[in-house]
């Protein structure tokens, strides 16, 4: 089997696993966005892009420190595993101490508009402390579990937890209601202690989904021994905490401008300008899927393979049909965004779509840099990662910190693609200087290119015209397959 055929063949089976789990969760979507409006939906999008930037902290980039050191220490597997705990264990009781008793304080810090008191923050900052944990504790045995090419079980895991937190939201947001309001058995019982409307039964299912997970990982986690190699774990902290920064950065850039926008916006507006964006970004869930399937195969391939003779040219084919497939759905989704706007079940929410195409391309231009970034973490140069994040993190906040007041979510839109854009280009240019790849850069630009302008054709001067959008994505797959069709044919006819 070719090493191309056997990367596919590896992403596919984190693909499917991640499409089931993202396809169960896009349920909630249009659950939320029926259930509460903008307003209301602003508060459980603020919680998780609050939530998304802690995560990155306290996972201290070990995931990848993990692979990293599974490919150097082969033959010390377990204590790498140790280490890489233990380190996320005591960051986590490190925030805890640093935030459990200051919960007041937080609330007043990150509560937007004035539709929620001061006390249910408080409640839903507790709430999401322990997402946040439960979460972090689970991160290294997930992990082990790719390291170890079970992606079944990992796969299982992570499906019971979305099932889990699915089912609790329709429980709480459909089923209880539609009880008490038809006076079924149990109505009484149900009215003295559910309220109705209350957004915070939303984190309520995530904890409880996230304990589960941890449970159904205890086999992993008894795994664990405490032994600790001291040498060992100083150089690993050393490669980690520039990818923890660069992880942090990115999640930055992919939820600060929805705190920024709470924040800079009037009271009166900040609310559902916030609900609005948060709801229309959804639609771009597509590519972020897409780019998540691909870092999970990613990873613990490009790592695995570092070492192979011909390991630039597989990254360089990699590359290719990446910005291939990336630029297709990009164009697909454009297409077809008259019928994937009912994904927001609103018409409130659908001002917003205009979002969408820079949002789109942001991801491509993200998943291009993911695909890059390689360069830096086998090479041991994490600390470009640090910088690269970095300066797309100050790109984001500036901007956003300008723009926000005069343009609002718009501005957001823009500025997310313009950093993940930045960012794609310094890594190019930096590992081509440090770890050259030969990556076939002017065709990977020249699909870029085209696909951008199908995308402003089919939005814009066709206005979102289905049949006409189609059309043109029909042309550019064609195009593609006639132009990879050697490479192709020799990708599969191999053994």
Same mark, same amino acid.
């Given at each position: ?38 307003n209301?939906?602003s ?7 609050? @939530?998304?930037?802690?995560q ?6 070990? &995931? ?22 233990? @380190? ?5 009781v ?39 944990? $439960?979460? @972090? ?16 079980k ?5 499906l019971?937890?979305?099932? #889990? ?11 209880? +209601? ?29 904890? #409880? ?11 992993? $986690? ?31 850039? &992919? ?5 920024? $926008?709470?924040?800079?916006l ?6 559902? &300008?916030?609900?609005i ?54 164009v697909g989704v454009? @297409?077809?965004i008259?019928?994937?706007?009912h ?9 917003? $779509? +205009? ?14 840099y993911?695909n ?6 086998l ?42 854009a ?22 990977? #630009?020249?699909?870029? #290119? ?12 066709f ?16 195009a ?16």
């Open positions: 089997m070719s090493t191309a055929k056997k990367f596919a063949g590896q992403t596919a089976i984190y693909g499917v696993t991640t499409i089931v789990q993202r396809l169960l969760g896009a349920l909630l979507t249009p659950l939320y966005t029926k259930a509460y409006n903008p209301v939906y508060i459980f999008s603020t919680m998780f892009s609050y @939530a998304s930037v802690l990155a902290v306290l996972s201290f980039g070990m &995931e990848t420190t993990f692979f990293r050191y599974l490919n150097k220490f082969p033959d010390n597997k377990r204590q790498v595993y140790n280490n890489s705990f233990w @380190a996320v264990f005591m960051v986590t490190v925030f805890l101490i640093l935030t459990v008793p200051f919960t007041h304080t937080i609330a007043g810090l990150i509560k937007i508009g004035k539709g929620t008191s001061q006390g249910e923050f408080e409640l839903y900052i507790r709430y999401f402390l322990g997402i946040l944990v $439960l979460d @972090a504790w689970c991160a290294i045995p997930f992990a082990k579990l790719r390291a170890d090419s079970r992606p079944i990992y796969g299982s895991i992570k019971i937890n979305i099932v #889990v937190t699915v089912s609790l939201n329709l429980i709480f947001i459909w089923i209880i +209601p539609y009880i008490i309001k038809h006076h079924m058995p149990g109505a009484e019982w149900c009215r003295q202690w559910f309220t109705m409307g209350w957004v915070g039964y939303i984190f309520v299912s995530n904890l #409880v989904a996230s304990f589960i997970t941890l449970l159904l990982l205890l086999p992993e $986690l008894l795994k664990l021994q405490l032994s600790f190699d001291g040498v060992m774990f100083k150089n690993m902290l050393t490669y980690s905490w520039p990818v923890m920064i660069a992880g942090l950065s990115y999640i930055v850039n &992919e939820n600060f401008d929805k705190i920024l $926008l709470g924040k800079l009037p009271d009166n507006i900040s609310e559902r &300008e916030v609900g964006y948060s709801g229309c970004a959804r639609i771009s869930v597509f590519l972020s899927l897409f780019n998540q399937a691909f870092r999970m195969g990613a990873e613990p391939f490009f790592f695995s393979h570092a070492k192979n003779k011909n390991a630039g040219q597989t990254y360089s084919r990699i590359m290719d049909y990446f910005v291939i497939t990336m630029c297709l759905m990009f454009v @297409a077809n008259q019928i994937l706007k994904y927001v079940n609103n018409h409130d929410y659908w001002v917003g $779509l +205009p979002v969408v195409p820079p949002l789109l391309l942001g991801y491509v231009s993200l998943g291009i993911t890059l970034s390689i360069w830096y973490k090479s041991d140069q994490t600390k470009y990662g640090l910088y690269i994040s970095g300066i797309g993190a100050i790109v984001t906040i500036v901007l956003n910190v300008i723009f926000i007041p005069k343009y609002s979510y718009m501005a957001s839109a823009w500025i997310s693609l313009i950093a993940y930045s960012m794609m280009i310094m890594s190019y240019i930096w590992g081509q200087k440090h770890y050259p790849i030969p990556y076939n850069l002017k065709k990977n #630009v020249i699909y870029i #290119v085209s696909s951008i302008i199908l995308v402003y054709l089919s939005f814009s001067t206005k979102r015209n289905i049949f006409v959008g189609n059309l043109l994505l029909l042309l550019f797959a064609g593609a397959f006639f132009a990879e069709r050697k490479q192709l044919k020799a990708i599969f006819s191999k053994r």
